[in-house]
């Protein structure tokens, strides 16, 4: 069957008892525009070579933006010809002054190869001496000159921009002298702290252009997100026109939500999100239909990666038409598998949110996601890996028991009545800001009376840094006073980039590296006698030698996976501001997270349950960042015993967890809520959230602002759930909160919004 | 001069403020030696030149036209904050070596240093230093840029010892920084030199505090290293006209290596003969027989390998030469299958730490299996 004969029969099975919604989307015309007048007349033929007659009216409307000088952003769905709204306009300055030169930023490297790959064609075709070059950590030292020197287009990512372009900027006189365009795709990946950061590159990068006297436009690429010019503009200081509707031809698209049938009612317990992304994966995979499964986590995408080539193996045991992929594959894997999907020789890919950029694995079928994504804008992105330009494609989104999941199935209204989330970044955070002041200030001594960027008090910055004896003020400038090379220290995403590797001792003789892994997830994956999971095969962690950053596994085959228990903990350091309610005291302040991971359970592989349990011992890891916590106060505690008490702020915490990220528009995965009964800084039973980043990001200063407004919405929620004492959709299931966890949280919150 | 004289010794015994900086210019401090301490630079030609460094090519050569540079810097990260704050030139003038140093008494004395250098750039046909490739011109230039001054820079042909110090001391002394080259191989030790790490730190304790003093053992390990590239240029100009004289084989044996590779190969032999008298008879025997293979020279390869057997060295190298020449030379398998049989159970004997090449006995295998192929034919044609 394909896919739409498999949907027509979906359509008439007890599949339907679980679809909550089934959105369809109609297909849509292409709409085209004339190449424009001032296109250089030896690109038209190159383009119709290659098939293309007459350009989408998006890509005309670019061309026409950028050559009247504006700065664009560009926000068209995939597969709708978008590298051609950048490429068009800097080959067009190239070849019409061989001097202009053009930076491109892609978030990955992965990204960056594909567009050189294409760039490269295109310039191939056009038979001119152009130079593109790729200029990352993986550039050979002895290519490097010639980069600096000749390169047209040098294509980069924001951390090579950051450490190795900018600190050494008088090795690319030519390129910053020339500089016409800067294209930065897929920005919708830069929000939170690598967004932050990103921000900051671009202000150095703008600081040392206007030294060599240019100042180049900005390109910029966006997924679909509500405020794509506005992060464009947060992103470079620059205005920009916003180019959003796509002239390209796109087939039918199917939406399906689906809700694993209760199995409990009681409990509120649904089947496992997890057993039935299988199934349907299964069914698809059955038919031969070109699929992407997504799975929020690794442990997850090898769960179904495992399940499902068990489900393909051939006689010989051949499984390769379902391949995993994730972030922690090496490199030459990773595009392996890419190259795998787009000559179609791999039928199935199980995948984290790695693939969600816009990595070019073709055109699939149909996807499949284990569990809401956790944002509007991520769901339409991952939708969006299915979809032909002619033929109809499906998504099914499977909901998990938690809340969010729940609450968005179960009010698709609520989710196409959305637009999709906001890219929230703040380049003034000032954790980030006084790193990147530093770089800055290594680059090109500060002026006296210089705005680094504007409403930032540059000379109060500036001054610190002279106490820190960083910096040395001396006649009208700031000079740099330090050994150091201030790049090193400043690291653009948020989780370290020193991985661990993983090696392979199963034959001891051919030991080899099969993938790598960040430092934060280490503890948790890669812990002594851990399950390690790498493209369905099972290792046993042998050794994890934590100092030299490798951990040493054996391949085995056995049926239980493993999963380790984290131990959180917070310290306050400083408070910003703070406030004693009438019902409940609010604080926004620094807290330092430690992290701890203790034990781990085994767990058995098809049915999940728990096998037993194991130590693990390692360091703990720490993370600076800001939070926002209220203290109950005394009164709303009377007359409830301390275990119930436990239950019931509980349930309240799990609310919160649940509900905020509607509110701050940020991914569940940028926040943690955490609570106790008495916290050894208010003294109180305390409920604290804090931002998941180093450093933080202003989400809970943004609660901080929004007063009770949560406590209000928790209130309404838990009084409106329909189960009885508690369920995954409001406080947490019974087993977690208590016979009385649903109540108390419910008279705790009367108690404090109505005091 | 005399007066010159005078007024540096009374700076360098003044004490600890100099003079407010004058903001016209930074500070200029000039030390004179006389060339009979330099070793004979003055005596240096072209030829020897070329020995040291092939790739070295001016169009004129004047000793005199040479110009000495060294900088200290704010730090080694080669970014663009780091700093020359210090510039160490020397050049030849009458009967001396004239070393002249500018310093940066505060940031803005920069640009003025290096108006002063580039002023002076005119006057000079080729840079000599120890490293200056990688780090001291490619750091000027860059400083140059920051201030707009990229134009004022000259590329000049450019003798950088550093590489061939290395070539002639690497395998007696290891590592080859100039402090060791000084110590062990132009017999100048210096006494409380301050050690090139600590240089930062210390000039930026004088920009905190103006203290002068603090900065005199820096201007004292600059006028050094200056001092000896010169007298470093002299001995290699020597060692590569006389190479198979000096007194350590190491030496003897590296100078030959390359000349060898620059292709002075008789100069190149006489320092490997020199060399097999002595404890690197192996390598250079090795060295040699190659030298002689090259050039088809058999009947010397045949010597050099049979003394290397006779003397038990050279691994498995002359036996697998000596299998090569019997069988393609002399078209004598039997003789060539001794040979490659004494070679394989050599390298069988090898105790199993021992690194070894798993080709080389892959392709002694092969050679087995063709010679005794050759045996039977022959053997055949025979009966």
Same mark, same amino acid.
């Given at each position: ?9 979906? /359509? ?81 300055? +190239? ?15 992965? !990204? ?32 490097? /000159? ?75 690429? *966006? ?18 026109? !916003?180019?959003?509707? *796509? ?63 068990? /489900? ?60 809401? &994504? ?57 954790? +980030?800001? !006084? ?50 090379? &201030? ?67 054996? *391949? ?143 989400? *809970? ?55 | 001069?005399? $007066? ?107 640009? %003025? ?45 450019? %003798? ?13 002394? $290891? ?26 730190? #210390? ?53 030959? #290596? ?53 003397? $038990? ?21 039997? #003789? ?48």
């Amino acid at each position: 069957m394909n896919l739409t004969q498999l949907l027509d029969r979906l /359509r008439h099975t007890d599949f339907m008892d679980n679809v909550t919604h089934w959105e369809t989307i109609p297909a849509k015309a292409a709409q085209y525009a004339p190449f424009p007048d001032g296109l250089d007349a030896r690109i038209p033929p190159v383009l119709h070579a290659r098939g293309i007659e007459r350009l989408y009216t998006h890509q005309a409307q670019a061309l026409a933006e950028a050559a009247a000088g504006r700065n664009i952003c560009v926000v068209t769905p995939t597969a709708s010809g978008k590298t051609l709204c950048y490429n068009l306009p800097v080959l067009n300055a +190239i070849l019409h002054n061989p001097d202009a030169r053009a930076l491109y930023l892609f978030p990955t490297k992965a !990204l960056s190869a594909d567009q050189v790959a294409e760039l490269y064609e295109l310039i191939t075709a056009l038979d001119v001496d152009i130079k593109t070059y790729t200029y990352d950590g993986d550039t050979p030292a002895a290519a490097r /000159r010639a980069v600096r020197q000749a390169g047209h287009v040098v294509v980069t990512n924001p951390d090579m921009l950051h450490s190795g372009i900018l600190p050494h900027h008088t090795k690319w006189v030519k390129l910053f002298e020339n500089l016409r365009y800067v294209v930065i795709d897929e920005i919708h990946a830069y929000r939170g702290v690598f967004g932050s950061n990103l921000a900051n590159v671009i202000r150095r990068l703008k600081r040392v252009c206007a030294f060599y006297g240019s100042h180049p436009q900005f390109i910029c690429c *966006s997924a679909t997100i509500q405020n794509p010019a506005e992060l464009a503009r947060l992103l470079t200081g620059e205005a920009f026109s !916003l180019i959003d509707r *796509s002239g390209a031809a796109s087939g039918e698209k199917h939406l399906i939500f689906y809700n694993p049938p209760v199995v409990n009612k009681q409990l509120g317990i649904r089947r496992s999100v997890l057993q039935e992304t299988q199934r349907i994966a299964s069914m698809l995979v059955d038919n031969d239909i070109p699929t992407i499964v997504f799975g929020k986590s690794r442990l997850t995408v090898e769960v179904l990666t495992r399940h499902l080539k068990e /489900r393909v193996k051939d006689p010989l045991g051949n499984a390769g038409r379902v391949r995993g992929y994730r972030g922690g594959y090496l490199p030459t894997q990773r595009r392996e598998i890419e190259q795998g999907l787009r000559r179609g020789s791999i039928r199935a890919v199980v995948s984290t949110n790695a693939l969600e950029l816009g990595i070019d694995i073709g055109q699939l079928d149909a996807c499949v996601m284990c569990g809401y &994504p956790g944002t509007v804008a991520s769901t339409w992105q991952e939708a969006g890996r299915a979809g032909r330009r002619r033929t109809a494609a499906a998504t099914i989104l499977v909901a998990s028991s938690a809340a969010l999941d729940q609450y968005i199935v179960q009010h698709p209204e609520y989710f196409f009545g959305q637009s999709p989330e906001s890219a929230l970044i703040n380049a003034d955070n000032l954790y +980030i800001l !006084l790193s990147h002041v530093k770089c800055a200030a290594y680059e090109l001594p500060f002026e006296e009376g210089e705005r680094y960027a504007p409403g930032v008090d540059t000379g109060e910055i500036l001054e610190y840094l002279c106490d820190q004896q960083i910096l040395r003020h001396v006649g009208s400038r700031y000079h740099w006073m330090a050994e150091e090379f &201030p790049a090193a220290d400043v690291s653009l995403r948020s989780i370290g980039e020193e991985n661990f590797l993983i090696i392979d001792i199963t034959r001891p003789e051919h030991r080899r590296v099969i993938g790598e892994m960040d430092r934060y997830t280490v503890p948790m994956l890669l812990h002594e006698h851990a399950i390690y999971m790498h493209e369905g095969q099972q290792y046993q962690v042998e050794k994890l030698d934590f100092p030299e950053k490798k951990a040493y596994v054996r *391949s085995v085959d056995v049926d239980y996976y493993t999963d380790a228990d984290l131990n959180t903990s917070l310290r306050v350091l400083d408070v910003f501001r703070e406030e004693e309610g009438a019902g409940i005291a609010r604080a926004c302040g620094e807290v330092l997270v430690t992290w701890l991971v203790t034990m781990f359970k085994k767990f058995k592989l098809d049915t999940q349950e728990t096998l037993g349990f194991g130590p693990v011992d390692l360091p703990e890891l720490e993370m600076q960042t800001t939070a926002c916590w209220w203290a109950l106060p005394d009164a709303a505690m009377q007359g409830i015993e301390q275990d119930v008490l436990q239950g019931g702020m509980l349930g309240i915490s799990n609310a919160i967890r649940q509900l905020a990220p509607l509110y701050l528009m940020c991914s569940p995965r940028d926040i943690a809520v955490l609570y106790r009964v008495r916290d050894p800084f208010t003294k109180r039973p305390t409920i604290t959230l804090y931002d998941n980043c180093a450093g933080g990001v202003g989400l *809970s200063e943004k609660v901080y602002g929004m007063n009770l407004l949560l406590f209000e919405h928790a209130r309404e929620m838990i009084a409106a759930c329909p189960c009885e004492a508690g369920c995954p959709s409001c406080v947490g299931p019974v087993a977690e909160v208590g016979a009385q966890g649903k109540r108390t949280a419910l008279l705790l919150l009367e108690r404090i919004l109505s005091a | 001069m005399r $007066g010159l004289r005078e007024r540096l010794n009374a700076i360098s015994s003044a004490p600890a403020r100099p003079a407010a900086s004058a903001a016209d210019d930074c500070f200029v401090r000039e030390t004179r030696v006389p060339l009979s301490e330099i070793g004979g630079i003055e005596r240096t030609t072209i030829a020897q030149v070329r020995r040291v460094d092939p790739t070295f090519s001016t169009d004129g050569w004047d000793v005199r036209r040479l110009l000495f540079l060294d900088t200290e810097t704010t730090g080694l990260s080669g970014g663009v904050g780091t700093v020359a704050f210090l510039l160490g030139l020397g050049f030849i003038e009458g009967d001396e070596l004239i070393i002249r140093q500018l310093l940066m008494r505060d940031y803005p004395e920069e640009p %003025l240093l290096l108006e002063r250098f580039a002023s002076l750039l005119p006057r000079f046909d080729a840079y000599v230093t120890f490293n200056g490739k990688s780090f001291d011109l490619p750091l000027l230039l860059s400083r140059m840029t920051m201030h707009r001054m990229r134009g004022r820079y000259r590329e000049l042909p450019h %003798l950088d010892l550093l590489h061939p110090a290395r070539r002639i001391w690497k395998l007696r002394l $290891g590592r080859c920084p100039l402090s060791a080259l000084e110590e062990t191989v132009l017999g100048e030790g210096r006494e409380d030199d301050l050690p090139g790490a600590l240089v930062p730190e #210390r000039y930026f304790s004088y920009l905190k505090t103006h203290d002068f003093s603090l900065l005199e053992d820096v201007l004292r390990h600059n006028m050094l290293d200056i001092r000896s590239l010169a007298v470093l240029l002299a001995r290699l100009c020597q060692v590569m006209d006389a190479p198979e004289q000096q007194t350590f084989c190491e030496d003897v044996f590296s100078a030959g #290596r390359a000349l060898e590779r620059f292709g002075y190969v008789e100069e190149a032999r006489r320092c490997y003969h020199v060399a097999s008298t002595s404890a690197l008879s192996e390598r250079a025997r090795v060295c040699l027989a190659t030298s002689y293979r090259r050039e088809g020279d058999f009947a010397r390869v045949q010597r050099e390998c049979q003394e290397m057997i006779a003397r $038990g060295e050279g691994g498995v190298f002359p036996y697998v030469e000596m299998a090569k020449i019997c069988e393609h030379r002399l078209r004598d398998p039997a #003789r060539a299958m001794r040979y490659t049989l004494s070679a394989m159970e050599y390298l069988a004997s090898l105790p199993p730490w021992k690194e070894r090449d798993p080709q080389s006995m892959e392709a002694l295998e092969y050679r087995r299996r063709r010679l005794h192929g050759k045996m039977m034919q022959s053997n055949d044609r025979e009966g």
